[in-house]
């Protein structure tokens, strides 16, 4: 018992010393944050090792076949030389861009019914920090965080093809420099962060908030909640009225709004392509988007605040 | 202000009620102990307190009602829910970052140095701990937070006597002081024994008991009675009956001391029986020990 009452009046003064301070929301979403780096690592793992098999096969490809691969190029005709250069950047961001979609899909429809299966929620619970700053910082991984990943990835993997096909370019008879033009790395990948954000990002933004939504509230088996009602609406829809309106309905929210971010028909990172957005964000389609994308968060809060772990 | 205070907190799951109108009032610096069969309400009284499930009734933690003001109340309250929920993927290093980064109220540094007492490392991870060494880096953790209420629902549930023991010794010895409360849920009865200043027996939602630790010492008297005077015995309505060493104990409620003790040799009754004697009273509870 002494050891108690020797304790008591340190800790008075220790409890008042460490006033109870508020940890500010932006300190807990940084740890929020980092929680979520840690615990899914293939955030970032599976766009770099996308990114890594692709730089593997080009380098191969670029040393088996060197007359087929850039040191051909001085033998094509102008206007065919512009695709040839390019077309395995486009194919290299296309992969890493396919890699994020698959990840945050991935991501969202399991982040929230595993710390309730593995029963984490009651440790996360304990701490004070909210189910907003949670959900929302949950939802900012596929919103911001692992787009700019992946473009970050994407950039660089470009800039070592780049410089790959500088060596091989080396007394081939084709310009290196106009080779970089061709490229454009840096306009393109600007254009390709443009055109993550619009279309995959805030165009379907709808996906990944069902697919968190699906995650707080699924006891199991989330990824068949998440697919089964809509592919069941769409089979109906087919079946009793034989038209697909619902299908192309929710492809739109993976390939972008009519209204797109380009013209019809042109490349996202091709430099010549011509944005329009405005056209874009006055589509009235996006910001109804957008708002049952904010619906979805709200109830997928909601949820995780209700939900007993399993 | 009180600790808690509840007035006819509900809860039903469907047309399961796991809260029958519970009434609760417990003041700061008390250690009480919650002890009732499984499914009796235990675990969704203390979600309840915690603001993790929400009820009927009134309900007050720290004078905050735990369902509307969740988020505030976390800065004051610490529970530990059950064993092992602490993120398997989640290394030691990690955690304490992660706490100090989130809790007003972390102290690092007596983390650091309770966990200095034990063999674990700072670069395992949780899923690499056995499940004691898992229960204290979640003590160290939650004994280093300066909360005013501290929750524990089966803490040592799963772990050899040995830690079960270090566990309660810990936190009476290096956490416990008079402006701390804490409610312990538990089956392990006879180990917290020692430990709590008030108990209170839950079955099917409702309080069937509750007193004090100086109560219970006092208002209840365990006798193994003399076989001859077992009639005599019985005359003074016992609340229980039990078989051992080959003699009768009886178990007193508000007896005469000095009159029970011509009976035979009287002590204090262990939590244990105590709580197969009210429990086993209870309707639709028919241990083989009752008589």
Known sequence: ?310 | MPCIEARGLRKAFGTNIALDGIDLLVEEGRILGLVGPNGAGKTTALNAILGLTPYQGELRVLGRDPWTERDRLMRDVCFMADVAVLPRWIRVSQVLDYVAGVHPRFDRAKAEGLLAKTTIKRASKVRELSKGMVTQLHLALVMAIDARLLVLDEPTLGLDILFRKQFYDSLLNDYYDRNRTIVVATHQVDEIEHVLTDLMFIDSGRIVFNSSMEEVGSRYLEVMVHPDKLTAARALKPIHERQGFGRSILLFEAADRQQVAALGEVHAPSISDLFVAVIGNQAGHTPGAAR
């Open chain 1, 1 to 310: 018992m002494n050891t108690q009452t020797n304790a008591m009046p340190d800790s008075h003064v220790k409890s008042q010393a460490t006033a109870p301070g508020v940890i500010p929301v932006t300190k807990q979403i940084y740890w929020a944050l980092r929680r979520e780096f840690w615990e899914n690592r293939f955030i970032y793992l599976a766009p770099l090792g996308v990114a890594a098999l692709f730089l593997f096969g080009f380098l191969i490809h670029s040393m088996i076949h060197p007359a087929g691969g850039v040191r051909g190029l001085s033998t094509l005709a102008p206007d065919k030389q512009h695709k040839a250069i390019i077309e395995p950047f486009d194919m290299a961001a296309g992969l890493v861009m396919g890699a994020f979609i698959l990840v945050a899909m991935f991501y969202c429809v399991e982040t929230l019914q595993r710390e309730r299966r593995d029963r984490s929620i009651l440790f996360w619970k304990s701490l004070p920090v909210s189910d907003v700053t949670t959900v929302l910082t949950k939802a900012s991984i596929p919103f911001l965080f692992l787009p700019l990943i992946s473009c970050a990835i994407a950039f660089v993997a470009q800039f070592l093809m780049l410089l790959v096909s500088s060596v091989m370019l080396a007394g081939s008879g084709f310009s290196v420099a106009t080779y970089w033009e061709q490229v454009s790395l840096f306009q393109g990948s600007l254009l390709l962060l443009y055109h993550v954000m619009t279309v995959h990002v805030l165009w379907g933004a709808p996906i990944y908030g069902w697919l968190l939504l699906v995650s707080a509230w699924a006891r199991r088996a989330a990824l068949l909640w998440a697919v089964l009602p809509p592919l069941a609406i769409g089979t109906l829809e087919k079946l009793l009225f034989n038209t697909t309106y619902f299908a192309a309905f929710v492809g739109r929210f993976f390939t972008g709004g009519p209204e797109g971010s380009y013209p019809p028909g042109t490349m996202p990172m091709d430099p010549g392509t011509h944005l329009t957005p405005f056209r874009f964000l006055g589509a009235p389609g996006l910001w109804l988007g957008l708002a049952v994308t904010a619906a979805f968060l709200a109830a997928a809060i909601r949820m995780r605040r209700h939900r007993d772990p399993m």
